[in-house]
Nanobody
Framework: QVQLVESGGGLVQAGGSLRLSCAAS????????MYWFRQAPGKEREFVAA????????YYADSVKGRFTIFRNNAKNTLYLQMNSLKLEDTAVYFC??????????????????WGQGTQVTVSS
């Protein structure tokens, strides 16, 4: 049974930084690509970033490229998202997820149907 627990969200002023964490269990963490997604009020959930099983490759949505960094600690089964230069439009609930299968390409996310509770990020002016 997969379990994904996000944390680290909060209220931050525009231009500030936050670091999100995701504790994963239930499947072999090191075997899978990991993702961050987000969902703003009234909008569809959208892809944010992906990282390969070994952390060697990353891929970002254009909207966060150069500001956000995804990384992972396989020894701790934990995924991270460092968010810098936050903008008002980054306000959303952030979710981590895992690729359904091993392999694949980072630019074609295939997340599990399971979603955790997410962590709220609110950017204020």
């Amino acid at each position: 049974q997969v379990q994904l627990v996000e944390s680290g969200g909060g209220l931050v002023q525009a231009g500030g930084s936050l670091r999100l964490s995701c504790a994963a269990s239930g499947r072999t963490f090191t075997a899978y690509t990991m993702y961050w997604f987000r969902q703003a009020p009234g909008k569809e959930r959208e892809f944010v970033a992906a990282i390969s099983w070994d952390g060697g490759s990353t891929y970002y949505a254009d909207s966060v490229k150069g500001r956000f960094t995804i990384f992972r600690n396989n020894a701790k089964n934990t995924l991270y998202l460092q968010m810098n230069s936050l903008k008002l439009e980054d306000t959303a609930v952030y979710f981590c997820n895992q690729r359904r299968t091993t392999g694949g390409t980072l630019a074609s996310p295939v997340p599990l149907d399971y979603w955790g509770q997410g962590t709220q990020v609110t950017v204020s002016s």
